[in-house]
């Protein structure tokens, strides 16, 4: 049997596909709500499906687990109450980390790219364990994440019981079926296809740095199902632990995003500049790019899906269809 909080969700949903294909016995922890969740797993729904405050009395009497994968977070970049953040982000994180250490379950976790802040050289976004302590997130979100694998980290160092298995993955800008739910958070492929379906030209932030050009801000885009590989792949490695990037390696810039949006839609390459919010601009990333030495020195060699690939795969195959679910 295999837990995934946040299993509902978009990475978790999909992550839930691949199990259930391999044939795997899966509990989903997650509130369905009303934002249509439930049509994320409906082609492949769970043996279990529980609440995240059933958890814990679960937990207490299953002894049928093999491996959790905590996905389940507040994810929000813009999240403010600190107090709810802490509880789901932190708190759970740790109850978890504590119930596989003890009944010896292998433990797999979301962190984020957001734990590297506003730094924009290449050099910065390394995973050595050695440099985490330097990392300064802008948000709240972001700091919540880096907290708990702080945590995990100095646990390990003090060379305290761990679970027989654990890694942290730190997703970069994950886009692809099933994030519809997400609202402002949905990946910013989706919102660009969707200004382009509504008949607008796509709109882009204006640079916000003296010496970046409008429309260079650049991110790390990775294909959904190639953190499913990554997870996976994990879980296929037992001897594999640590915290590790879950990038492509390699940054693109927005208008590359935007054009490979609107060549896949088949539709003119229309872009406008738009002022940044205030509320962002004290909090946004211009640049970020996962170092996957480490990833890469463990032993994961698979390809990683280009980002007009992924794009054309995402908009073809699932958003202009009528079946756009994983």
Not at 148 to 160: C, K, S, T
Not at 237 to 254: I, K
Not at 261 to 268: H, L, N, S, Y
């Amino acid at each position: 049997m295999i837990i995934i909080t946040g299993g509902a969700g978009f990475i978790g949903s999909c992550l839930q596909a691949a199990l259930v294909a391999r044939g795997h016995e899966t509990v989903i922890v997650d509130w369905l709500g009303t934002e249509g969740k439930w049509r994320n797993i409906a082609n492949h729904p769970p043996t279990r499906l529980i609440t995240p405050d059933e958890l814990p009395a679960f937990l207490e009497t299953e002894s049928r687990v093999e491996a959790i994968f905590h996905m389940g977070a507040i994810s929000e970049t813009t999240a403010r109450d600190g107090d709810a953040v802490w509880r789901t982000n932190v708190e759970l994180s740790r109850m978890l980390w504590r119930w596989c250490t003890q009944a010896r379950v292998r433990f797999f976790y979301a962190s984020s790219a957001a734990t590297y802040g506003g730094v924009d050289t290449p050099e910065h976004f390394s995973d050595d364990p050695r440099r985490l302590d330097q990392l300064e997130p802008l948000n709240l979100y972001g700091w919540s994440k880096h907290v708990f694998d702080q945590q995990v980290l100095r646990a390990v160092e003090r060379g305290e019981p761990t679970p027989p298995q654990w890694a942290g993955l730190k997703f970069f800008n994950v886009y692809g079926p099933n994030e519809y739910h997400k609202g402002r958070m949905v990946s910013v492929v989706k919102v660009k296809y969707d200004e382009l379906r509504a008949g607008n030209p796509m709109q882009l932030f204006r640079s916000n740095k003296a010496d970046l050009d409008h429309g260079m801000q650049a991110r790390d885009f990775i294909w959904v199902g190639d953190t499913v590989k990554i997870m996976m792949w994990l879980y296929d490695t037992p001897s594999v632990n640590g915290l590790f990037n879950c990038g492509t390696g390699q940054a693109r810039t927005y208008l590359d995003m935007a054009y490979a949006v609107c060549d896949a839609a088949g539709m003119e390459r229309r872009i406008s500049f738009v002022d940044m919010p205030d509320s962002l601009k004290n909090q946004y990333q211009s640049y970020t790019q996962a170092d996957l030495t480490r990833l890469r020195a463990a032993g994961y060699t698979e390809a990683f899906t280009p980002l007009e690939e992924g794009v054309r795969h995402y908009i073809q195959d699932y958003l202009a269809t009528p079946q756009p679910y994983l």
